[in-house]
């Protein structure tokens, strides 16, 4: 894994790339340490063109700049997806363009049962891939400190509700859909299905889970993890940052509480893109098995295509059992989806600034 390279140069990269906005034949936005910048320059030796990558912190950032800015390629999340689709800023994907991945053959099944889920999801789903090529995917667990003794156990007894034992060192991902979705899936109520009722009884249990031992944070983790720096007993984290803490430390583990989020990212292009048929080249390109590959192994994110998995699985990085299990997305036993919801959205963030500000 190269990702401490990675956070070492990531500002300078998105600087100097920035800074080439103008010249740019392709102009991508994406999150932050998200792409493999060695394949970006092989498609640029490849095709003559020069690529800009434009980085985001958040979904939330990322939605309200595709609405006022002109980007040929975007990397949202799926209830980002959901939401440029449903105001009509994006092109329907003409999946006879993408030849180098075949929806049908080449994803691998776990990804195609979550994507069918989420088609159908309560009576009204959103068709991922009308608009979208998948790029990585994954769930959100809980990272765990297996060398502390009787944790393992409690960690698979408790699920969620570990977050508020003030005895452990605990840290919040400092998301409000996050937050709220782990705080409501303790009790089996869904994010999207809760009431103002139970979005209230939540925002009060985050706040009781607060303690001098709890942090709330977000990539931080992956620095933190440096050498084997994580200071956590339990932290609510993203398979793939799991995966790659875990391979920079032995004793962390990775566990999916019963009730979780799944959430699949995907390459889209907006409506005013301004060189759509170069950015299904670039597409084509990064989801190639050989780009992918090379992509995937620097990331460490679940790859949409089967055969890379597999590839991956069988080298010394991600062979080893808790860090396979983790990267093949297992162990998913009831699967949610964030959604498309301003009225949600808006509620989440006021009730999740209450539980920051509070001591």
Same mark, same amino acid.
């Given at each position: ?144 400190? &297996?060398?502390?003794?009787? $944790? %393992? ?7 969620? =509700?570990?977050?508020? *034992?003030?005895? #452990? @060192? ?117 989801? &190639?098995?050989?780009?992918? $590959? %090379? ?7 679940? =790859?949409?295509?089967? *055969?890379?998995? #597999? @590839? ?48």
């Amino acid at each position: 894994m190269k990702k401490i390279w990675l956070l070492a140069v990531s500002v300078f990269s998105v600087f100097i790339l920035a800074g080439c906005n103008l010249e740019a034949d392709l102009k991508i936005y994406l999150p932050n340490d998200y792409i493999n910048k060695d394949v970006v320059r092989a498609f640029e030796k490849e095709t003559g063109k020069k690529v800009a990558l434009v980085t985001f912190d958040s979904n939330e950032v990322a939605l309200s700049q595709v609405k006022v800015n002109s980007y040929d390629v975007v990397i949202p999340s799926d209830y980002g997806i959901e939401e440029l689709a449903k105001e009509n800023y994006l092109q329907k994907i003409d999946w006879t363009k993408i030849e180098a991945l075949n929806k049908e053959t080449d994803l691998n099944e776990g990804l195609k049962t979550q994507l069918e889920l989420l088609k159908t999801d309560g009576g009204h789903g959103f068709d991922f891939l009308e608009y979208a090529v998948p790029y990585f995917w994954g769930s959100l667990g809980l990272l765990y400190n &297996s060398s502390v003794e009787g $944790l %393992e156990e409690k960690v698979k007894s408790q699920g969620w =509700s570990i977050l508020a *034992d003030q005895t #452990l @060192e605990t840290m919040i991902y400092d998301s409000s859909r996050d937050a709220f979705m782990a705080a409501l899936a303790k009790d089996n109520i869904r994010l999207d299905e809760a009431t103002d009722a139970q979005i209230k009884a939540a925002k009060e249990w985050l706040i009781s889970a607060k303690g001098k031992k709890t942090s709330i944070k977000s990539d931080e983790i992956l620095d933190e993890a440096i050498g084997g720096k994580t200071p956590y007993d339990v932290a609510m984290v993203y398979s793939g940052d799991a995966v790659y803490i875990m391979q920079e430390t032995e004793s962390y583990k990775y566990y999916a509480p019963e009730l979780t989020n799944v959430w699949i990212d995907g390459f889209v292009i907006p409506q005013n893109a301004k060189n759509p048929e170069l950015a299904y080249e670039f597409i084509n390109y990064l989801s &190639s098995y050989d780009a992918n $590959l %090379e992509n995937t192994a620097e990331i460490g994110y679940t =790859s949409p295509r089967s *055969d890379v998995v #597999l @590839e991956l699985l069988e080298t010394d990085e991600f062979k080893e059992e808790r860090i396979a299990s983790t990267f093949k997305v297992e162990g998913i036993v009831q699967s949610q989806f964030f959604r498309y919801n301003n009225k949600l959205k808006e509620s989440l963030v006021d009730a999740w600034g209450e539980v920051k500000a509070s001591r």
